[in-house]
Structures are given as structure tokens and as C-alpha cells.
């Protein structure tokens, strides 16, 4: 509003982006890549249209962030690897036309984990992502640096992807809204793919809202995209302001707070009550795929030798593979190299039967309830068990591409973010969105803002 009204201009919104940015990533290292000039550029010929009467709508000016592994014409884009540090591509990914077509302002590129590899946020080339609530924890990963940029408020929105948490994780950790969309439903054209099968692109931003703005601009059929679906565009704005009265929440037995950290237990708990006096409709559903011991070797079968089939070839005929290639890269590699053809076929025709008893649930529910992630935000020195137990309720979510959004749901006592992930059925991102911006409207979580954030100026750090 105020940019139609003049009082602030879209080269205002940049310069205190850029600002904030200068000021605070040398504390977070959010972004590998700041793109000042550019921004400064696109956000001048963005006032002249408003000032001539071209309105892109809700976006105009909104200066966000994309995770390093979209290409962006004329800029580094590194896919947060030493092999790739000075690639430069000459086309833009469909996710970044996109959006600028929409109007957005870009300000930099995030730093990642090393190809998407993994979901700490540390990365040996680039520095670790630290995380804006407390410097010494992870933000989460692999979309690390998109998370903390918004939660630190050096941008307004930003991109990520997701193949088995990626932007799920860091949007529970850093205390933000995160959406992983139906498989298919936005195009990974010009993005470096972790596994083709199993990624997904999608929006973070600090309200359910942002996401929504993000979610309805990136969307849409892409020939160049093998996988990309024909669905209807929405405008998920519109399920923004609407309650859930009627709606069926369901949790899942033996599983929804199944080795769940007391804190996170307590808030989720807590965030099904208040749905409950939103009015919608509490019950308990059985998944025999959750119930029973989770079995990852699926997902992971398919992820592995994916990515052996993108990377293998390079690492093993790299003059220096050690010097080139991180430990957890190699380590994937490796492993990738040893899955067989039939066993990630057997994989791959696993889905439509586990996916049946799936849609079983959602004949009885129009969403799930769980935690996001099991634990607050760890410290940056932890070992890998830790990072570990976030798969419970992330990676199947991810083998069946399913959509599914990670909402804030409360703080622990030392002030760490806990989120709250609400997963439906396919297409079905709408409910999602109205499930979450009921909650988020009736809690306001977001307004907390973490020790490491840009102090408001002259505006909304909202969208």
C-alpha cells in the first residue's frame, strides 16, 4: 500500500535490505552473493512503473532472496560447491523469471549446504549458516541461508528447495513458514537437481501469508520441466483470511509425537488445542506405513542414486576429488555408486502403494498434524544423530510428494523456535494455507523476532 501511495519507494525497500545485509551477514552468513547494483537497478525501473501506472501486483518491489542452486543470469551462481564458485550461468532458472516477472527486487544468492547435501546448514567452502535465535546453533539446511535471512530480516521472502526437509527443517529452526508444494507443481528448470524424483522448489518467508504471495507467483506448467504438472493457478491469498471451522485435523497414532523432545511435544500440543477452539475437528487416524517402524531405504535408495547418476562421473574423474568435493558429498557419492538399477526401480514402485494408505488418512482428515521436527534448533558442533531424528516426519512426506508447511507453534524456555507441520493431500495447498494462517493469525508468533534481526525502520517486514 504504501508503495502505491509513494511514501516509500521500491529503491528504499532495496537500500534497507542491502543495509541490513552488510550489517548482519558477516553474523549469520546468510548469502554467498550480494547482487546491490542489480537490485538498485531493477527496484529504480520498478518505481517508474508504478509512477506510469504498471502494477505487477502484490510483489512489486518485494526484495527476496533465491537459494544458490537457481540460476540466475549474469550471477554467480556456486550451488554452495568450490567445484561450481565461479560459475556464471546465462539463462535464469523458471522459479527466478518467475518471480521477477512478478516484480520482485533480488538481493542476493543464500549460501546451502554443499549441493543440497545435507540439512545442518554447514558448509566447508562457504562457512556455516549460523542461526539468527542463537549464533552457535543450525538454522537448518539445506535451505540454510534463505531461512536466516528471512528470520534476520535482511529480505522479505525468499526461494528454497526440498528433497527430503530442506526447507521444512530451516523453517522450523529459524522460526518461519516454509512450504514444500506438491511434487511437480513448480518447475526445477535451471535448478541444480539433489534428486530429480524426489525435488521440490518452494517459498519461505516469515508469514503464512509471504508464503502464499511467493507460493502463487512461482507456480505454473513448464514444458522444460519433465515432471511439471498442468493444475489451476491459484491466489492462495484468498485462503489467507478464512477460518477452520468444520476442517479435520488429524494426528497419527504411534506416530505424531513419537520420540518428540518434551518442549516440542508441549507446544504442538498446545497448537492442536487452539485449532480445536478454532473450531476445527480433532481426531486420530493409523498410517501402517508410520506406525510401524520408519523405513528410509526407500527414499534413500532413490536420492542416492540420483544423485550419483548428476555427480558421479565429475567426482570420480576430478584430478583432486578431496580438494573439490566436501566429505558429505564424497560420503553420497560413494553410497550412490553402490545402489543397483532394480533396487531404485523397486524404489521408485513402492509409491503407489504406500501413497494409497496415505490417501486412505486423508478420506478421514484434511490434513495432519505433527511436529515439524522433533528438537529445536541444535548446536552447530553436534553430530549427525541429532540431524538425524528429523527424518521421521519429513522424508516420507517427501517420497510420496505430498505438500505439506512448516508454521511457527511456540519457543522453548531458552527462546528457540518450534514448528508446527501440517501435511495434505496432493494439490490441496490451499487448505494448508488456510489451516496455517488461522493458526498463525490467532498466536502471532511471528511478531517475536530473534536477537540477530534488522530493527524495524520505516517498513513492514512483512510482505
Given at each position: 500500500?504504501?508503495?502505491?501511495?509513494?511514501?516509500?519507494?521500491?529503491?528504499?525497500?532495496?537500500?534497507?535490505?542491502?543495509?541490513?545485509?552488510?550489517?548482519?551477514?558477516?553474523?549469520?552468513?546468510?548469502?554467498?552473493?550480494?547482487?546491490?547494483?542489480?537490485?538498485?537497478?531493477?527496484?529504480?525501473?520498478?518505481?517508474?512503473?508504478?509512477?506510469?501506472?504498471?502494477?505487477?501486483?502484490?510483489?512489486?518491489?518485494?526484495?527476496?532472496?533465491?537459494?544458490?542452486?537457481?540460476?540466475?543470469?549474469?550471477?554467480?551462481?556456486?550451488?554452495?560447491?568450490?567445484?561450481?564458485?565461479?560459475?556464471?550461468?546465462?539463462?535464469?532458472?523458471t522459479v527466478v523469471a518467475l518471480l521477477?516477472?512478478?516484480?520482485?527486487?533480488?538481493?542476493?544468492?543464500?549460501?546451502?549446504?554443499?549441493?543440497?547435501?545435507?540439512?545442518?546448514?554447514?558448509?566447508v567452502f562457504y562457512g556455516d549458516v549460523?542461526?539468527?535465535?542463537?549464533?552457535?546453533?543450525?538454522?537448518?539446511?539445506?535451505?540454510?541461508?534463505?531461512?536466516?535471512?528471512?528470520?534476520?530480516?535482511?529480505?522479505?521472502?525468499?526461494?528454497?528447495?526440498?528433497?527430503?526437509?530442506?526447507?521444512?527443517?530451516?523453517?522450523?529452526?529459524?522460526?518461519?513458514?516454509?512450504?514444500?508444494?506438491?511434487?511437480?507443481?513448480?518447475?526445477?528448470?535451471?535448478?541444480?537437481?539433489?534428486?530429480?524424483?524426489?525435488?521440490?522448489?518452494?517459498?519461505?518467508?516469515?508469514?503464512?501469508?509471504?508464503?502464499?504471495?511467493?507460493?502463487?507467483?512461482?507456480?505454473?506448467?513448464?514444458?522444460?520441466?519433465?515432471?511439471?504438472?498442468?493444475?489451476?493457478?491459484?491466489?492462495?491469498?484468498?485462503?489467507?483470511?478464512?477460518?477452520?471451522?468444520?476442517?479435520?485435523?488429524?494426528?497419527?497414532?504411534?506416530?505424531?509425537?513419537?520420540?518428540?523432545?518434551?518442549?516440542?511435544?508441549?507446544?504442538?500440543?498446545?497448537?492442536?488445542?487452539?485449532?480445536?477452539?478454532?473450531?476445527?475437528?480433532?481426531?486420530?487416524?493409523?498410517?501402517?506405513?508410520?506406525?510401524?517402524?520408519?523405513?528410509?531405504?526407500?527414499?534413500?535408495?532413490?536420492?542416492?542414486?540420483?544423485?550419483?547418476?548428476?555427480?558421479?562421473?565429475?567426482?570420480?574423474?576430478?584430478?583432486?576429488?578431496?580438494?573439490?568435493?566436501?566429505?558429505?558429498?564424497?560420503?553420497?557419492?560413494?553410497?550412490?555408486?553402490?545402489?543397483?538399477?532394480?533396487?531404485?526401480?523397486?524404489?521408485?514402485?513402492?509409491?503407489?502403494?504406500?501413497?494409497?494408505?496415505?490417501?486412505?488418512?486423508?478420506?478421514?482428515?484434511?490434513?495432519?498434524?505433527?511436529?515439524?521436527?522433533?528438537?529445536?534448533?541444535?548446536?552447530?558442533?553436534?553430530?549427525?544423530?541429532?540431524?538425524?531424528?528429523?527424518?521421521?516426519?519429513?522424508?516420507?512426506?517427501?517420497?510420496?510428494?505430498?505438500?505439506?508447511?512448516?508454521?511457527?507453534?511456540?519457543?522453548?524456555?531458552?527462546?528457540?523456535?518450534?514448528?508446527?507441520?501440517?501435511?495434505?493431500?496432493?494439490?490441496?495447498?490451499?487448505?494448508?494455507?488456510?489451516?496455517?494462517?488461522?493458526?498463525?493469525?490467532?498466536?502471532?508468533?511471528?511478531?517475536?523476532?530473534?536477537?540477530?534481526?534488522?530493527?524495524?525502520?520505516?517498513?513492514?517486514?512483512?510482505?
Amino acid at each position: 500500500m504504501r508503495l502505491r501511495e509513494g511514501s516509500i519507494t521500491c529503491v528504499d525497500l532495496a537500500k534497507v535490505c542491502i543495509g541490513c545485509i552488510k550489517r548482519l551477514n558477516p553474523l549469520v552468513n546468510a548469502l554467498i552473493t550480494v547482487t546491490e547494483e542489480r537490485a538498485l537497478e531493477a527496484a529504480a525501473t520498478l518505481d517508474t512503473e508504478l509512477q506510469t501506472g504498471k502494477d505487477r501486483g502484490c510483489l512489486h518491489g518485494i526484495p527476496i532472496v533465491h537459494k544458490d542452486l537457481f540460476d540466475t543470469r549474469g550471477i554467480t551462481t556456486t550451488l554452495g560447491s568450490k567445484l561450481h564458485e565461479n560459475r556464471v550461468p546465462d539463462s535464469d532458472a523458471t522459479v527466478v523469471a518467475l518471480l521477477e516477472a512478478a516484480g520482485t527486487v533480488l538481493v542476493g544468492k543464500t549460501n546451502m549446504a554443499e549441493f543440497a547435501s545435507n540439512g545442518s546448514g554447514k558448509n566447508v567452502f562457504y562457512g556455516d549458516v549460523h542461526n539468527p535465535w542463537d549464533a552457535a546453533r543450525s538454522a537448518g539446511g539445506s535451505s540454510s541461508g534463505t531461512a536466516a535471512a528471512v528470520a534476520a530480516r535482511l529480505c522479505l521472502g525468499g526461494t528454497g528447495t526440498d528433497t527430503g526437509g530442506s526447507i521444512r527443517i530451516p523453517a522450523s529452526w529459524s522460526g518461519i513458514v516454509g512450504m514444500r508444494p506438491t511434487f511437480g507443481l513448480i518447475s526445477l528448470a535451471g535448478a541444480f537437481p539433489r534428486a530429480s524424483s524426489l525435488d521440490c522448489a518452494g517459498p519461505l518467508g516469515r508469514t503464512v501469508g509471504d508464503v502464499a504471495m511467493l507460493l502463487g507467483a512461482m507456480v505454473g506448467y513448464d514444458h522444460r520441466y519433465p515432471h511439471s504438472i498442468k493444475a489451476e493457478r491459484e491466489d492462495y491469498t484468498e485462503q489467507c483470511n478464512k477460518d477452520v471451522k468444520g476442517l479435520r485435523l488429524a494426528t497419527v497414532e504411534n506416530y505424531s509425537f513419537r520420540d518428540v523432545d518434551p518442549d516440542v511435544a508441549s507446544a504442538v500440543t498446545a497448537a492442536i488445542d487452539e485449532l480445536s477452539r478454532l473450531g476445527a475437528e480433532i481426531h486420530t487416524v493409523k498410517i501402517p506405513l508410520l506406525t510401524a517402524p520408519l523405513n528410509y531405504s526407500f527414499l534413500f535408495s532413490i536420492l542416492l542414486y540420483e544423485f550419483n547418476q548428476v555427480l558421479g562421473n565429475q567426482y570420480r574423474t576430478a584430478s583432486s576429488p578431496t580438494e573439490s568435493f566436501g566429505a558429505i558429498v564424497r560420503a553420497n557419492l560413494h553410497a550412490g555408486a553402490q545402489v543397483k538399477r532394480e533396487t531404485y526401480e523397486k524404489a521408485l514402485a513402492e509409491r503407489p502403494k504406500q501413497l494409497a494408505e496415505f490417501r486412505e488418512a486423508f478420506a478421514e482428515a484434511d490434513a495432519l498434524i505433527t511436529p515439524t521436527m522433533p528438537t529445536v534448533a541444535p548446536l552447530l558442533t553436534a553430530g549427525s544423530d541429532i540431524y538425524d531424528r528429523g527424518r521421521q516426519f519429513n522424508i516420507p512426506i517427501s517420497y510420496l510428494g505430498l505438500p505439506s508447511i512448516s508454521v511457527p507453534c511456540g519457543f522453548t524456555p531458552t527462546g528457540l523456535p518450534i514448528g508446527l507441520l501440517i501435511t495434505g493431500d496432493a494439490l490441496r495447498e490451499g487448505t494448508l494455507i488456510r489451516i496455517a494462517a488461522a493458526y498463525e493469525r490467532s498466536t502471532r508468533f511471528y511478531e517475536r523476532a530473534p536477537p540477530l534481526h534488522c530493527p524495524p525502520s520505516s517498513f513492514d517486514s512483512r510482505l
